[in-house]
């Protein structure tokens, strides 16, 4: 038996700070020239005080589920996606499980860095298709701004903080919303974002030294994989989905660098107003980019619903998931 998938609800949450290009010249040699020039960004949100990437992903979680219109109880699956936990535990999904009252939910994280959206609908889309959950939250929150080396120029200005969520059910019309969906790995490529978690061995075994936990990337080396392979893939996965590309109306691309998604619009003949982009209001806020791109640009009426896109994200691994959905209206 064939069971359908409903993305049923999604939303999304950014902190209240703001941390314009400006602002960064501050503290490090910089200006909003090169920034906006090289990455498109203008502004990021961050978080402050003790605020978390889990709180921002249970305000996420809640707009999700008020748009799906479906109870918290009926929630079997909550997956959290992060490029970086909270805690290493409890789990971020335990811990919005228990904030938002999704009582009768299993609860796990998984890391996929900025892919982490699409893979955790390929996970959800499996639980569900194989009758092993009727309704799945995915909640893709992750807080950078909190793992930069505020002194690496070459890193601090690309990120911002943010959450989104969706929720996925089974289809009570028989749509498949989710059309194709497909998920790589090229983990031999893992040197080009790394992100160490520090850990020390027995002070008895040797002496410690302190080891800090900060994103290092090497963003030429990210930016050739992108623009030599992510076509080529979302291609595949298009090829899949029974559509041709001429027939899907809108891109949602990982939001990490316009030239990199000016670059995806042109090679997959995209007219401009249907790529969306807001990477200059949030910078590339990692796993949560693609549901905040989404769910801004249907609240915007940038995006129409109901239609088709294509969802695409690429993040430290390296990790690749693409996936075609029908978007239904109502959804945010
Ligand atoms: N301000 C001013 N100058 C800077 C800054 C800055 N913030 N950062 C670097 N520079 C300088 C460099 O030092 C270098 O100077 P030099 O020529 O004197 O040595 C010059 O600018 C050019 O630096 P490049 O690294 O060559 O700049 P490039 O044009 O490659 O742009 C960038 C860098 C924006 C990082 C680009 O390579 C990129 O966007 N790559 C993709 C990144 C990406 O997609 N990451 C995904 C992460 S997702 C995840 O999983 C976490």
């Given amino acids: 038996m064939n069971i359908p998938v409903k993305i049923a609800g999604i939303g999304f949450n950014v902190p209240e700070a703001v941390i314009t290009n400006d602002d960064l010249t501050k503290i490090i040699d910089t200006s909003d020239e090169w920034i906006r020039t090289r990455t498109g960004i203008e ?19 809640e707009k999700a589920l008020a ?3 479906i109870d918290v109880e009926e929630i079997d699956l909550i997956i959290a996606a992060a490029s970086v936990e909270t805690h290493a535990y409890p789990s971020s999904a335990c811990e919005i499980q228990a904030a938002i009252g999704a009582i009768n939910a299993a609860c796990f994280d998984i890391t996929a860095a900025c892919s982490g959206l699409i893979y955790g609908m390929g996970i959800a889309r499996a639980f569900i298709k194989s009758n092993s959950a009727k309704t799945v939250l995915i909640v893709a929150t992750d807080a950078v701004s909190r793992c930069l080396d505020w002194t690496d120029r070459t890193t601090c200005v690309l990120f911002g903080d943010g959450a989104g969520a969706m929720v996925l059910t089974v289809s009570d019309d028989g749509q498949d919303d989710i059309l ?13 974002i790394k992100m160490p978690i520090p850990g020390k061995n027995c002070p008895l075994v040797e002496p410690n030294e302190e080891e800090k936990m900060f994103v290092k990337m090497d963003g030429k080396e990210v930016y050739k994989y992108v623009v030599t392979k992510l076509p080529g893939y979302i291609e595949e996965c298009v090829a899949k989905s029974g559509l041709k590309m001429n027939e899907i109306d809108y891109l949602v ?24 982009s807001n990477i200059q209001e949030y910078a590339n806020t990692s796993a949560a980019s693609i549901p905040i791109a989404l769910v801004e640009a249907i609240e915007k009426g940038t995006i129409k619903l109901p239609c088709s896109a294509i969802l695409t994200g690429f993040g430290a691994g390296m990790t690749v998931g693409t996936t075609v959905v029908k978007l239904r209206e109502g959804i945010a």
């Avoid at 998920?183 to 040197?191: F, H, I, R, V, W």
């Avoid at 691309?253 to 969306?276: C, G, T, W």
């Fill in 43 to 61: 502004r990021r949100h961050v978080l402050s005080g003790n605020e978390t990437a889990v709180e921002m992903g249970i305000k996420a979680a």
């Fill in 67 to 69: 748009k799906s219109k």
């Fill in 180 to 192: 194709a969906i497909d998920l790589k790995a090229e983990g031999n490529l893992g040197d080009f």
């Fill in 253 to 276: 691309p990982h939001q990490a660098n316009l030239r990199i998604i000016e670059a995806l619009e042109k090679r997959l003949d995209f007219a401009p107003s249907h790529v969306i």
